[in-house]
T-cell receptor, first 112, second 115 residues
Framework: GNSVTQMEGPVTLSEEAFLTINCTYT??????LFWYVQYPGEGLQLLLK?????DKGSNKGFEATYRKETTSFHLEKGSVQVSDSAVYFC???????????FGAGTTVTVRA | DTGVSQNPRHKITKRGQNVTFRCDPI?????LYWYRQTLGQGPEFLTY????????KSRLLSDRFSAERPKGSFSTLEIQRTEQGDSAMYLC?????????????FGQGTRLTVV
């Protein structure tokens, strides 16, 4: 079956530091890959996505590249802000039923 | 607001009681999904509908759980004889079928506490 493994947290960083959250997946076929973010008190929001190998998703300064050879989709941001404090979830979507399989989430706290 | 709406936002119930949650998806979305999220974990798939048809149920969905989408619009999730282990955030998401890269939009969830 499909599964997602992401780096455990929590992660605490200073403002303007570099952030990376590792994500690897196991899937049959060719899934789409996503990063969702959950800000305090809010619902899940799509941060970025990639639908095929070597695609790079990007949004709000975050990037992730779909690496089929390493089955990975690591999230990176070069300079984090306090407003990036949130829980980040890596997820994959089966191309048949499009249901999402999520990782356990990584809590990121950015200090001023 | 035309996003996914879930009601209630919070529900506290006594063990053994029945509860029902409602999800109103984005109007043109024909696929509707229910997920459950426990503390410190990612959401786990429960079930999904295409229009009014329930196409798949996870083994997480015991026979105390039932979901409906009677007219292919809003959906309800009912839990009968609640147990403390049912305490979780219940999330609803909707999307358009047939477009693999299109995102699923999530509601803010219903937080259930069974005491």
């Amino acid at each position: 079956g499909n599964s997602v493994t992401q780096m455990e947290g929590p992660v605490t960083l200073s403002e303007e530091a570099f952030l990376t959250i590792n994500c690897t997946y196991t899937a049959t076929g060719y899934p789409s890959l996503f990063w969702y973010v959950q800000y305090p008190g809010e619902g899940l929001q799509l941060l970025l996505k990639a639908t095929k190998a070597d695609d790079k998703g990007s949004n709000k300064g975050f990037e992730a590249t779909y690496r089929k050879e390493t089955t990975s989709f690591h999230l990176e941001k070069g300079s984090v802000q306090v407003s990036d404090s949130a829980v980040y979830f890596c997820a994959l979507s089966d191309r048949n039923d499009y249901k999402l399989s999520f990782g356990a989430g990584t809590t990121v706290t950015v200090r001023a | 607001d035309t996003g996914v709406s879930q009601n209630p936002r919070h529900k506290i119930t006594k063990r053994g009681q029945n509860v029902t949650f409602r999800c109103d998806p984005i109007s043109e979305h024909n696929r509707l999904y229910w997920y459950r999220q426990t503390l410190g974990q990612g959401p786990e798939f429960l079930t999904y509908f295409q229009n009014e048809a329930q196409l798949e149920k996870s083994r997480l969905l015991s026979d105390r759980f039932s979901a409906e989408r009677p007219k292919g619009s809003f959906s309800t999730l009912e839990i009968q004889r609640t147990e403390q282990g049912d305490s979780a955030m219940y999330l609803c998401a909707s999307r358009v079928a047939g477009t693999g890269g299109t995102e699923a939009f999530f509601g803010q969830g219903t937080r259930l506490t069974v005491v």
